[in-house]
């Protein structure tokens, strides 16, 4: 059974850090792409970041650019998202996703691209 698990979220003041980790179990990370999303209050779920299989290559949304990285770990199978300067906007439920896929270097940005998602870790970030 396929598992994505994250954890790392809370709540922080504006300027603050965070890091998300999320847990692959079932399946072996490696062939996977990877990606967050988020869904802030009352709005619709909107993509954050995505690594490719190899973890080489990275793309991330405007809104997060310069602030959050994607990074992964393949011996423990986990991947990870470090926010930095995070601010009341960023106040979401974040969510990673593992898509199975051949390709090693293609970057997948759409929800429906996804096999496989995680339950969620909620930020909050205080003004």
């Known amino acids: 059974q396929v598992q994505l698990v994250e954890s790392g979220g809370g709540l922080v003041q504006t300027g603050g850090s965070l890091r998300l980790s999320c847990a692959v179990s079932?399946?072996?990370?490696?062939?996977?792409?990877m990606g967050w999303f988020r869904q802030p209050p009352g709005m619709e779920r909107e993509f954050v970041a995505a690594i490719t299989r190899t973890g080489d290559n990275t793309v991330y949304a405007d809104s997060v650019k310069g602030r959050f990285t994607i990074s992964r770990d393949f011996a423990k199978n986990t991947v990870y998202l470090d926010m930095n300067s995070l601010i009341p906007e960023d106040t979401a439920v974040y969510s990673c996703a593992a898509v199975v896929t051949i390709y090693i270097n293609r970057i997948y940005k759409q929800e429906s691209e996804y096999d496989y998602w995680g339950q969620g870790t909620q930020v909050t970030v205080s003004s």
């Open positions: 079932g399946l072996t990370s490696s062939g996977c792409a």
